[in-house]
């Protein structure tokens, strides 16, 4: 079965420390991998899109990267700030156009 | 581009009551999906379009479920008869699929449905 795991499912970090989110999956056959952040109440928004045949993509204070043979990404956020809380969310194409999603980690950025 | 657009946004019907909501994608997107999310199960895929052509539906939960997309740049997904566990936030999405591969998924703001 293919599976996506985020751990944490929470995490609170002093403001302007780095930190990393964690993503796991199953299938090393991957098409490419999608990073979301999800404010309360609101929709999905894009932060990356990592192509299978990339490492890694950088947006700012963001850096994911990819390792399919380990069936891991991390997503890096340099000097958080609170306006980083939020939840985040990993998804995964499966050699198909199904995105499936990981359960999140909510992020909150202590000030 | 506004978006992925969503109508309405929230939506309260009693139990039994048929619940239509609605999806504009992007323009030039080809493919759309029909994203469920609870507290419990998170995002679940209920059926994604190709072109307009229902690709997998197997996410859908059951009979009362049906979606369409009658055109490339408006999609339904109805609830007939909507009962009370079928409230959740209901998302749709949108991408411009490439011959080997996806490209990005954008997302709408999304329905609230509350079956009471």
């Known amino acids: 079965k293919q599976e996506v795991t985020q751990i944490p499912a929470a995490l609170s970090v002093p403001e302007g420390e780095n930190l990393v989110l964690n993503c796991s999956f199953t299938?090393?056959?991957?098409?490419?991998l999608q990073w979301f952040r999800q404010d309360p109440g609101k929709g999905l928004t894009s932060l990356l899109l990592?192509?299978?045949?990339?490492r890694e993509q950088t947006s700012g204070r963001l850096n994911a990267s990819l390792d399919k043979s380990s069936g891991r990404s991390t997503l890096y956020i340099a000097a958080s700030q609170p306006g980083d809380s939020a939840t985040y969310l990993c998804?995964?194409?499966?050699?198909?156009?199904?995105?499936?999603f990981g359960t999140g980690t909510r992020l909150t950025i202590i000030p | 581009d506004a978006g992925v657009i969503q109508s309405p946004r929230h939506e309260v019907t009693e139990m039994g009551q048929e619940v239509t909501l609605r999806c504009k994608p992007i323009s030039g997107h080809n493919s759309l999906f029909w994203y469920r999310q609870t507290m419990m199960r998170g995002l679940e895929l209920l059926i994604y379009f190709n072109n307009n052509v229902p690709i997998d539906d197997s996410g859908m939960p059951e009979d009362r479920f049906s979606a369409k997309m009658p055109n490339a740049s408006f999609s339904t997904l109805k609830i007939q008869p909507s009962e009370p566990r079928d409230s959740a936030v209901y998302f749709c999405?949108?991408?411009?699929?490439?011959?080997?591969?996806?490209?990005?998924?954008?997302f709408g703001q999304g329905t609230r449905l509350t079956v009471v």
């Open positions: 299938d090393s056959a991957i098409y490419n």
């Open positions: 998804a995964v194409y499966f050699g198909n156009e199904k995105l499936t």
């Open positions: 990592i192509q299978s045949s990339q």
């Open positions: 999405a949108s991408s411009l699929a490439a011959l080997r591969g996806v490209a990005e998924a954008f």
